[in-house]
């Protein structure tokens, strides 16, 4: 069915930050839920996993981590993932404000402070629009305001920020008017690029509002220009078509994902890295199994006449599994990486 596989990795997941946010293009569902799970626990547990990676020679393996699923972390957690990212090889500078409870007056004033005295030198904000446009996407009244407020804060005290914009249906026409706050904001913007939703989480419900060929080749130069990012090369689905048929007969690339909480954490401390590695791997041979091939979903289930942008083949990978779903009526689990 399914074909071969390739594990490049692992990435164990903590939820222990509650997401204040429902926004209507979240690619993580459920997020406002969270553990109970002390995250020293978890950041042995990391560190138990990169110490085999070492000691056994897997650098075919790649060990990551995610901490959320907003980044509304307290401040002992907040230096715990520095740790980690320090672990790895990375820095821990820029806090994404996506999710983060609302904080008024003192409290946020004090809130912003602790940050940047722990390391903290920026923001990551993501904006579906302006103003109610960007409200309504978020699933919180008054965010839009909120987020640019941190921005302003932050730019005011020497804070870098970086900028994600969502473009869709209903976000273009208030796209001007969104650059130019933006443009009003005290600071330096290290990084600012725009991109249509992924085809994940909960934005599969908003096929209807994804930009099309004639959206993209027609962008003003404005926002042509913030394409410059790793997301840079948009294709529609019929666009996508070759270049997937072109690569069906090889091994799918999957990161193995390890999802920590409560319910299963002692018997995860009690087993071995091998162990616990061999049964996330077999579980997922089993699960690529009983789906169809690349081939066979592109035969079955593309669309030659979709004019629709997707930024990556992943994308249009997941789509075609629910499809297939959808046609079948089948149990065939997601495509998550």
């Known amino acids: ?4 596989i390739v594990v490049s990795g692992l990435a164990l ?11 209507r293009y979240c690619s993580i569902e459920g997020t406002r839920r969270a553990t109970g799970l002390e995250f020293a626990r978890f950041e042995l547990l990391v560190h138990r996993f990169l110490d085999w990676k070492a000691a056994h020679g897997r650098d075919d393996i ?14 002992d957690i907040l230096r715990g993932v520095g740790r980690l990212r320090a672990r790895l090889g990375w820095t821990f500078r820029i806090l994404n404000l996506g999710g983060l409870r609302t904080r008024n007056g003192a409290g946020l004033e004090s809130w ?27 699933g919180r009244a008054g965010d839009f305001a909120y987020q640019t407020s941190i921005l302003r804060m932050g730019g005011e005290r020497g ?8 473009l869709a249906q209903n976000t273009l026409p208030v796209i001007d008017r969104l650059l130019d706050a933006l443009e009003h904001i005290p600071g330096e913007v ?37 394409r410059l990012w790793k997301f840079g090369e948009w294709r529609s ?12 007969g090889l091994p799918r690339k999957v990161t193995l994902e390890l999802n920590i909480g409560e319910a299963n954490i002692d018997r995860i401390e009690a087993l071995s890295c091998d162990e616990i590695f061999a ?37 249009l990978e997941r789509k075609w599994m629910d499809r297939h779903r959808l046609a079948t009526s089948s149990g065939a689990p997601s495509i998550s990486s």
């Open 159 to 166: 804070m870098v920020r970086h900028e994600r914009i969502f």
């Open 190 to 226: 290290r990084d600012r690029y725009a991109c249509p939703f992924f085809y994940s989480g909960l934005a599969r419900r908003h096929e209807s509002e994804r930009i099309t060929e004639d959206i993209r080749d027609t962008l003003p130069e404005r926002v042509r220009k913030l």
């Open 62 to 75: 790649e060990i990551s981590f995610f901490v959320g699923p907003s980044f509304d972390y307290d401040i």
């Open 237 to 248: 689905e019929r666009e996508w078509i070759p270049l997937m048929k072109e690569k069906a």
């Open 112 to 138: 912003l402070q602790e940050r940047q005295a722990a390391g903290i030198e920026g923001f990551h904000a993501s904006f579906a629009g302006c103003g109610e446009i960007h409200d309504r996407w978020n």
């Open 13 to 23: 997941s903590l939820r222990v930050a509650p997401c204040a946010h429902i926004c």
């Open 1 to 4: 069915m399914g074909g071969d």
């Open 279 to 315: 049964e996330k791997e077999q579980e997922c041979r089993e699960n690529y199994r009983r789906m169809p091939g690349i081939d066979e979903l592109c035969t079955r289930y593309a669309d030659p006449n979709d004019r629709r942008i997707y930024m990556l083949d992943s994308d």
